[in-house]
Nanobody, 119 residues
Framework: VQLVESGGGLVQPGGSLRLSCVAS????????MAWHRQAPGKQRELVAV???????RYADSVKGRFTISRDNAKNTVDLQMNSLKPEDTAVYYC??????????????WGQGTQVTVSS
């Protein structure tokens, strides 16, 4: 399974970015999808998660500013990021839990995309 992210870049404080991630490969279903991030010198942290039933959950630090969405037909998950702050600067990683028929759930990660918030 491959997860390919896009949409990162440099943005000024208060600006917006939209990250996208598409999953491809051998799977018959995708369960949970999520975005994590890792800032320099810090541990990777969960930013937002969305279940196959579209239930969402957010880190307190991004509530009200970020929105996660998915398209099950296209195997994509997006993260709309508004009112960005310098502390949102990090490498953002896409995550998807996939399953092939009745096999085990596999954890998959993208390669990461850099988001830099700076004036």
């Amino acid at each position: 399974v491959q997860l390919v992210e896009s949409g990162g870049g440099l943005v000024q404080p208060g600006g917006s970015l939209r990250l996208s991630c598409v999953a491809s490969g051998s799977f018959s279903s995708i369960n949970t999808m999520a975005w994590h991030r890792q800032a320099p010198g810090k541990q990777r942290e969960l930013v937002a998660v969305i279940t196959s039933g579209f239930t969402t959950r957010y880190a307190d630090s991004v509530k009200g500013r970020f929105t996660i969405s998915r398209d099950n037909a296209k195997n994509t998950v997006d993260l709309q990021m508004n009112s960005l702050k310098p502390e949102d600067t990090a490498v953002y990683y896409c995550y998807a839990a996939t399953r092939l028929l009745e096999g085990p759930v596999i954890n998959n990660w993208g390669q990461g995309t850099q988001v830099t918030v700076s004036s």
